[in-house]
């Protein structure tokens, strides 16, 4: 990850000063997870150009240093984006220039400068307007880069808009404040910070934007983001951004609010969604059930407590999920009963896995909108010829539906930033009907959730039952 910060105007090598690294030294900064080098690849009385270049170990990310867990899956994309770990390497690589101080230099330190940013591979699928509505309230002119995915030849999807932009910033600000915006607003957009977000991240926030954040149209987008919608830490830092006037505390996120990453009609949807497929496995008559991408265990934690459910697994391509749904299912502290009717391993639905044999039933809960298109025919393979359970339920989001997300969905007509396609009912319907025919299966589709005239509900669901 990659970000520049060019400083134009009259004796513009003084930006070293500023920055307190010396534009003809090259820096070198053990980094947790990897290093960070400092260099300027321009420097000149007229434009001088400083680099923050983060060198991430993607290994050491999953597998951690020693003693420690790994942070990540072995598939992600955090050693090549501007996220979090570039926010942490700017606070402590420009830590003091975050402060103002510039000893003999203060009077420049203290003056609005000529600047541009360039922050590489920001994440930032659909939220495109969001940057200028972020941006240009701080006095910066705003252009980005992105990239379209044409997925047509596949005839799933539309074009789609790339999930990354490179994005420059320019304007007049002091250095301090540019390097402040930076450091709280890349998270904003990226999400997917690398470390516990605690109360310290609400000081953190009002330490690096005191001077700008209460003030700011999108105040409540950026501080829900930057606390990953935490409504305990919202709530904490809206206390001290908002007057006790009746219209701003509105923008206090209440008890019926939901701090999921998109809300589905908060928390209802998935409620009833897995209710949905639990009452597909009591009509099925199954006793042992897999469930495919199990995640957390929210499923299995349900399944668990039903008598009829004799034999319960769960897999999972995600080692961290299986570590939660292990924990959510208390398998450390329960009866040997427990342990023998309930399992989990690693394993992903794209390879053929032994494992997966010998169910009544697999569940595959909004997992196949995650797999990249081209992986679709191996996960047919896998499921309805290689494993070919007697009954097989999945759901998938419905694209047709998110227009009633306002202000919350991709631009892409995406749910949620890791899906890499969803299905409108027709293009749903069309797979399945498919898919059920050439494996031998028949075919039962409904929707889950509030329906809407024009749009359907928001989850599409199929059974599909091997015809003896």
Not at 23 to 30: A, G, S
Not at 54 to 78: A, C, E, Q, S, W
Not at 277 to 293: R, S, T
Not at 392 to 403: A, G
Request: aromatic share 10%; with cysteine; proline share 4%.
């Amino acid at each position: 990850m990659l970000l520049t910060i060019t400083y134009t105007g009259l004796n513009s090598l003084d930006l070293g000063y500023l920055l307190h690294k010396n534009p003809y030294r090259p820096q070198m900064i053990d980094f947790n997870h990897g290093k960070v080098y400092v260099f300027y690849p321009e420097a000149s009385n007229e434009r001088t150009t400083a680099a923050i270049l983060l060198d991430i170990d993607p290994i050491d990310l999953v597998r951690g240093k020693k003693g420690t867990g790994g942070l990540f899956d072995y598939v992600n994309d955090r050693p090549y984006v501007s996220s979090s770990f570039l926010s942490v390497a700017i606070s402590k690589v420009f830590g003091t220039a975050m402060t103002g101080r510039a000893d003999n230099h203060q009077e420049l330190s203290d003056s609005a400068l000529e600047l541009e940013a360039a922050v590489t591979m920001l994440p930032c699928k659909g939220r495109l307007s969001m940057l200028n509505k972020v941006f240009e309230p701080l006095g910066y002119e705003v252009n980005y880069k992105t990239s379209i995915i044409d997925e047509t030849k596949n005839n799933y999807t539309e074009p789609t808009i790339g999930k990354y932009v490179d994005l420059t910033l320019k304007g007049k600000a002091r250095l301090r404040d540019l390097l402040k915006h930076l450091y709280v607003l890349i998270p904003v957009f990226d999400r997917q910070k690398h470390y516990w977000v605690g109360d310290d991240e609400v000081e953190k926030l009002f330490r690096h934007g005191e001077d700008w954040l209460p003030n700011h149209p999108e105040k409540r987008f950026i501080t829900n983001r930057y606390l990953k919608n935490l409504k305990p830490l919202v709530n904490m830092a809206f206390e001290r951004l908002v007057s006790f006037d009746l219209n701003e505390t509105d923008d206090i996120i209440s008890d019926d609010e939901t701090a999921v990453e998109i809300p589905e009609k908060k928390i209802d949807l998935n409620t009833q969604r897995l209710e949905s497929v639990i009452a597909e496995l009591k009509n099925c008559m199954a006793k042992n059930v897999l469930d495919i991408g199990c995640g957390e265990g929210n499923l299995l934690n349900l399944l668990i407590k039903e008598k009829q459910f004799q034999r319960l697994t769960g897999t999972d391509v995600s080692h961290t999920a299986l570590v939660h749904a292990a924990a959510k299912l208390k398998l450390d502290h329960s009866s040997d009963y427990i342990k023998e009717r309930v399992n989990l391993f690693q394993s992903s639905i794209t390879y053929k896995d032994s494992r997966f044999k010998g169910y009544d039933a697999v569940c595959v809960i909004e997992v196949i909108e995650h797999l990249d298109i081209p992986r679709l025919a191996a996960f047919e393979r896998v499921l309805f010829e290689y494993t070919k359970p007697p009954v097989i339920i999945l759901t998938t989001p419905n694209r047709e539906y998110n227009v009633k997300y306002e202000n919350e969905v991709f631009n892409a007509n995406l749910r949620h930033s890791d899906h890499r396609f969803e299905w409108t009912r027709a293009e749903f319907k069309q797979w399945a009907q498919t898919t059920a025919d050439k494996n031998g299966y028949s075919l039962r589709l409904s929707e889950i959730g509030d329906f809407d005239e024009v749009c359907g509900a928001p989850t599409q669901m199929g059974v599909f039952t091997l015809c003896e």
